[in-house]
């Protein structure tokens, strides 16, 4: 987010009613962010599932090809949205 929307968007967080909340998600360094913007909101570092996750979800889609949801999770090292791209083509594929 550029330095003007941040502080745009301080603006609008400022003018919400009383008890909103606002959750904000990035894959940017937090130090990158303007100082302003940093202190507004509690940080928590969420990290991708490991492996055997992703192939437990996959393997929703994936029940009859369990070794091609083994493959896709492995690959996609933690990140769910390229696993789910790659489920989606391997069961287009197989209709």
Avoid: K
Avoid at 69 to 80: E, K, M, Q
């Amino acid at each position: 987010m550029t330095p003007i929307a941040q502080v745009r968007m301080l603006t609008l967080i400022d003018d919400l009613p009383r008890q909103c909340a606002v959750v904000c998600t990035s894959n940017c360094n937090i130090a990158d962010l303007e100082e302003r913007f940093q202190t507004r909101f509690q940080a928590f570092e969420v990290l991708g599932p490991e492996p055997a996750e992703i192939e437990s979800l996959l393997s929703r889609f994936l029940a009859h090809a369990p070794a091609m949801a083994r493959h896709i999770a492995t690959l996609s090292c933690g990140n769910v949205r390229q696993a789910l791209l790659e489920a989606q083509t391997a069961i287009q594929s197989a209709v």
